[in-house]
Protein backbone atom coordinates (compact mmCIF):
# COMPACT_ATOMS: atom_id res chain seq x y z
CA UNK A 1 0.00 0.00 0.00
CA UNK A 2 2.89 2.63 0.97
CA UNK A 3 4.68 1.45 -1.87
CA UNK A 4 1.88 1.89 -4.96
CA UNK A 5 1.16 5.50 -2.76
CA UNK A 6 4.73 6.48 -3.15
CA UNK A 7 4.82 5.51 -6.90
CA UNK A 8 1.81 7.51 -7.35
CA UNK A 9 3.24 10.70 -5.70
CA UNK A 10 5.99 10.15 -7.36
CA UNK A 11 4.32 9.80 -10.91
CA UNK A 12 1.99 13.13 -10.12
CA UNK A 13 5.26 15.13 -9.07
CA UNK A 14 6.84 14.40 -12.15
CA UNK A 15 4.30 14.72 -14.61
CA UNK A 16 4.07 18.32 -13.89
CA UNK A 17 8.35 18.44 -15.10
CA UNK A 18 6.97 16.72 -18.43
CA UNK A 19 4.53 18.85 -19.28
CA UNK A 20 6.58 21.95 -18.50
CA UNK A 21 8.61 22.74 -21.91
CA UNK A 22 5.29 25.70 -22.99
CA UNK A 23 5.42 27.32 -19.45
CA UNK A 24 4.51 30.96 -20.94
CA UNK A 25 1.24 29.31 -22.58
CA UNK A 26 0.46 27.29 -19.37
CA UNK A 27 0.65 29.91 -17.42
CA UNK A 28 -1.51 31.79 -19.70
CA UNK A 29 -4.06 29.39 -19.57
CA UNK A 30 -3.82 29.21 -15.88
CA UNK A 31 -4.30 32.75 -14.81
CA UNK A 32 -7.22 33.29 -18.18
CA UNK A 33 -9.39 30.33 -15.49
CA UNK A 34 -8.00 31.19 -11.90
CA UNK A 35 -5.67 29.12 -10.16
CA UNK A 36 -8.65 28.56 -7.45
CA UNK A 37 -10.64 26.81 -10.61
CA UNK A 38 -7.71 24.54 -11.42
CA UNK A 39 -7.47 23.33 -8.05
CA UNK A 40 -11.11 22.86 -7.80
CA UNK A 41 -11.17 20.93 -10.93
CA UNK A 42 -8.14 18.84 -10.11
CA UNK A 43 -9.42 18.32 -6.27
CA UNK A 44 -12.67 17.23 -8.06
CA UNK A 45 -11.69 14.91 -10.69
CA UNK A 46 -9.33 13.25 -7.85
CA UNK A 47 -12.43 12.56 -6.04
CA UNK A 48 -14.68 11.20 -8.51
CA UNK A 49 -12.15 8.89 -10.04
CA UNK A 50 -10.86 7.80 -6.61
CA UNK A 51 -14.77 7.21 -5.51
CA UNK A 52 -15.87 4.97 -8.67
CA UNK A 53 -12.54 3.20 -8.11
CA UNK A 54 -13.49 1.79 -4.87
CA UNK A 55 -17.05 1.29 -6.11
CA UNK A 56 -15.88 -0.95 -9.42
CA UNK A 57 -13.72 -2.46 -6.96
CA UNK A 58 -16.54 -3.50 -4.71
CA UNK A 59 -18.51 -4.19 -7.17
CA UNK A 60 -16.20 -6.96 -8.77
CA UNK A 61 -15.49 -8.03 -5.25
CA UNK A 62 -19.40 -8.76 -4.44
CA UNK A 63 -19.74 -10.63 -8.08
CA UNK A 64 -16.26 -12.30 -7.28
CA UNK A 65 -17.93 -13.71 -3.99
CA UNK A 66 -21.24 -14.61 -5.48
CA UNK A 67 -19.81 -16.57 -8.45
CA UNK A 68 -17.73 -18.65 -5.98
CA UNK A 69 -20.83 -19.08 -3.56
CA UNK A 70 -23.44 -20.23 -6.74
CA UNK A 71 -21.90 -21.16 -9.74
CA UNK A 72 -24.60 -21.47 -11.34
CA UNK A 73 -25.98 -18.11 -11.38
CA UNK A 74 -22.32 -16.94 -12.72
CA UNK A 75 -24.01 -15.55 -15.82
CA UNK A 76 -26.12 -13.51 -14.50
CA UNK A 77 -23.70 -11.40 -12.26
CA UNK A 78 -21.73 -11.33 -15.27
CA UNK A 79 -24.33 -9.58 -17.11
CA UNK A 80 -25.17 -7.44 -14.36
CA UNK A 81 -21.80 -6.88 -13.01
CA UNK A 82 -20.51 -5.60 -16.55
CA UNK A 83 -24.47 -3.02 -16.38
CA UNK A 84 -22.93 -1.96 -12.71
CA UNK A 85 -19.39 -1.03 -13.73
CA UNK A 86 -21.01 1.04 -17.32
CA UNK A 87 -23.03 3.08 -14.45
CA UNK A 88 -20.37 3.76 -12.38
CA UNK A 89 -17.97 4.54 -14.96
CA UNK A 90 -19.94 6.82 -16.84
CA UNK A 91 -20.38 9.00 -13.40
CA UNK A 92 -16.73 9.49 -13.52
CA UNK A 93 -16.94 10.34 -16.63
CA UNK A 94 -19.98 13.17 -15.72
CA UNK A 95 -17.70 14.19 -13.25
CA UNK A 96 -14.65 15.03 -15.76
CA UNK A 97 -17.68 16.86 -18.27
CA UNK A 98 -18.38 19.32 -15.19
CA UNK A 99 -14.92 19.63 -14.52
CA UNK A 100 -13.50 20.65 -17.53
CA UNK A 101 -16.95 22.56 -18.12
CA UNK A 102 -15.62 24.59 -14.80
CA UNK A 103 -11.82 24.73 -16.04
CA UNK A 104 -12.71 26.11 -20.07
CA UNK A 105 -15.70 27.54 -19.36
CA UNK A 106 -16.60 31.60 -17.48
CA UNK A 107 -19.40 31.02 -15.69
CA UNK A 108 -21.50 34.13 -15.09
CA UNK A 109 -19.50 36.08 -17.81
CA UNK A 110 -16.73 36.46 -15.56
Same mark, same amino acid.
Given at each position: ?????????????????????????????? +? !???? /? =????? $?? &????????? *? @???????? +? !???? /? =????? $?? &????????? *? @??????????????????????????
Amino acid at each position: MRKSLLMTLAMVLVASAAYASDAPAAAAAV +A !AVGP /T =AAWAT $AI &GMAIAAGLC *G @LGQGMGLK +A !ACEG /T =ARNPE $AG &GKLTVTLIL *G @LAFIESLAIYALVVNLILLFVKPLGA
